[in-house]
């Protein structure tokens, strides 16, 4: 499918793929239109791609932003084992808005399946 013409032939092959996995994980966030923020997954997924932490800041905050249709916002603290507190902030939304985000977020996982299932083909001529 790829062929190692997409890249220079100086660079290792796993220097390629991890390249194709931040790729790959921004991707996915930027399509992510109709959720809040990204999930907790997503964030590991994306710092374990080795996606800087400004650029995961930037992406939360981008989605945030765009949520137009919001009705509240709410922040929610959970008390952790160790005594300290963390909150959680979270959008008030209609069930109509929830019901397309549902739907939205079906799609982008289905699409996050086929990318992941990509094989590089690192045949030479």
């Known amino acids: 499918m790829f062929r190692n013409t997409l890249a220079p032939k100086s660079l290792p092959l796993g220097t390629i793929v991890k390249l194709l996995n931040v790729a790959i994980s921004i991707w996915f966030c ?11 997954e997503e964030i590991i997924r994306l ?19 765009k949520r137009e249709n919001v009705q509240g916002i709410g922040v ?13 902030y979270f959008s008030v939304v209609s069930p109509e808005e929830e019901e ?7 799609k982008l996982k289905k699409a ?6 990509v094989i590089i083909d690192q045949r030479t001529k």
């Open 76 to 88: 929610r603290e959970i008390e952790r084992p160790d005594g300290s507190r963390d909150k959680t």
């Open 30 to 40: 930027f399509m992510v239109n109709n959720l809040n923020a990204l999930t907790v």
């Open 112 to 117: 996050y399946e086929i990318l992941r299932n």
């Open 47 to 65: 710092k374990e791609a080795g996606v800087d932490d400004r650029t995961i800041q930037l992406l939360v905050e981008r989605e945030m932003m």
């Open 100 to 106: 397309k985000s549902k739907q939205e977020e079906e």
